[in-house]
């Protein structure tokens, strides 16, 4: 079945560096979207990404989707301490608009 | 407000005894789901329903039933509970699926012992 895939795991940067994670997919996806969630929350819709080749930004965070809408990034310019948490990729395969598959998350601490 | 409610927030239980979690949206949402959260594992859609009595599996559907009798509500039923569905547990409303999940519940923390 459809896999979506998210790296890396965890990481820890120091305040003010930038921060990455890639998403991708074993299929084309229609859509890739994006979550934030904070420890002890629920995840929070940040974005979607629809056209081949897109990129979205939102103050510092800059969001990418592949050619081939097959993989996305996330890129964070200067962390800050507010970023901190866990952020997901998620994707609809082509032609089914309801089963939502989510990549397993990156973690992201940040060090003041 | 709108809000997605789930109840119980916190629920321990015993293995075999029937356990049903409620989650109900105000916003007239088509759109419902349920998942998952495992450490390592991200999210995982156990079941969403596209609209009042249509529902269909998600990834991981074995051993939860759903229903959606009434488009505000949508509870998931463990009808014989097991330890390997301890697990915290998502229900999510939209008003369509390619628009984002914009509203999630605050999660049921499920324990079976």
């Known amino acids: 079945g459809q896999q979506v895939m998210q790296i890396p795991q965890y990481q820890h940067v120091q305040e003010g560096e930038d921060f990455t994670t890639y998403c991708n997919s074993s299929?084309?996806?229609?859509?890739i979207q994006w979550y934030k969630q904070r420890p002890g929350g629920h995840p929070v819709f940040l974005i979607q990404l629809v056209k081949s080749g897109e990129v979205k930004k939102q103050k510092r965070l800059t969001f990418q989707f592949g050619e081939a809408k097959k993989n996305s990034s996330l890129h964070i310019t200067a962390t800050q301490t507010t970023d901190v948490g866990t952020y997901f990729c998620?994707?609809?395969?082509?032609?089914?608009?309801?089963?939502?598959?989510f990549g397993q998350g990156t973690t992201l601490q940040v060090k003041p | 407000e709108a809000q997605v409610t789930q109840n119980p927030r916190y629920l321990i239980t015993v293995t075999g005894k029937k356990l049903t979690v409620t989650c109900s949206q105000n916003m007239n949402h088509e759109y419902m789901s349920w998942y998952r959260q495992d450490p390592g594992l991200g999210l995982r859609q156990i079941y969403y329903s596209m609209n009042v009595e249509v529902t269909d599996k998600g990834d991981v559907p074995e051993g939860y039933k759903v229903s959606r009798k009434e488009k505000r509500n949508f509870p998931l039923i463990l009808e014989s509970p097991s330890p390997n569905q301890t697990s915290l547990y998502f229900c999510?409303?939209?008003?369509?699926?390619?628009?984002?999940?914009?509203?999630f519940g605050q999660g049921t923390r499920l324990t079976v012992v």
């Open positions: 299929t084309t996806l229609s859509n």
């Open positions: 998620a994707g609809y395969g082509s032609g089914n608009t309801g089963k939502l598959i």
């Open positions: 999510a409303s939209t008003a369509s699926p390619d628009r984002g999940l914009a509203f």
